[in-house]
Nanobody
Framework: QVQLVESGGGLVQPGGSLRLSCAAS????????MGWYRQAPGKQRELVAG???????NYADSVKGRFTISRVNAKKTVYLQMNSLKPEDTAVYYC????????WGQGTQVTVSS
């Protein structure tokens, strides 16, 4: 069973940056495509970025050009560099395989506000 721990969130002004980390423990296989998801209050969880085992990436249109997903398989870690943040990016951010296949972690809160 894989456990996922997200960190790095916080309060940031519009236009600012944050770097999120996702550390996996337990049975983790580097062959899985991994993704970052987010969920705002009253809304469904959505996939915002994905990265394959070979490093191929894809992004939701809403974050394209601003967010960068990366991974270090030897560390069982996935990162999300978030630049030019907007208030609409405010959400709890989660990591998981893409499509999701493990229990969700606690997530990390990102709040973009002036």
């Amino acid at each position: 069973q894989v456990q996922l721990v997200e960190s790095g969130g916080g309060l940031v002004q519009p236009g600012g940056s944050l770097r999120l980390s996702c550390a996996a423990s337990g049975s983790f296989f580097s062959s899985y495509t991994m993704g970052w998801y987010r969920q705002a209050p009253g809304k469904q969880r959505e996939l915002v970025a994905g990265i394959s085992s070979s490093g191929s990436t894809n992004y939701a249109d809403s974050v394209k050009g601003r967010f960068t997903i990366s991974r270090v398989n030897a560390k069982k870690t996935v990162y999300l560099q978030m630049n030019s943040l907007k208030p609409e990016d405010t959400a709890v951010y989660y990591c998981n395989a893409a499509p999701s296949r493990w229990n969700w972690g606690q997530g990390t809160q990102v709040t973009v506000s002036s």
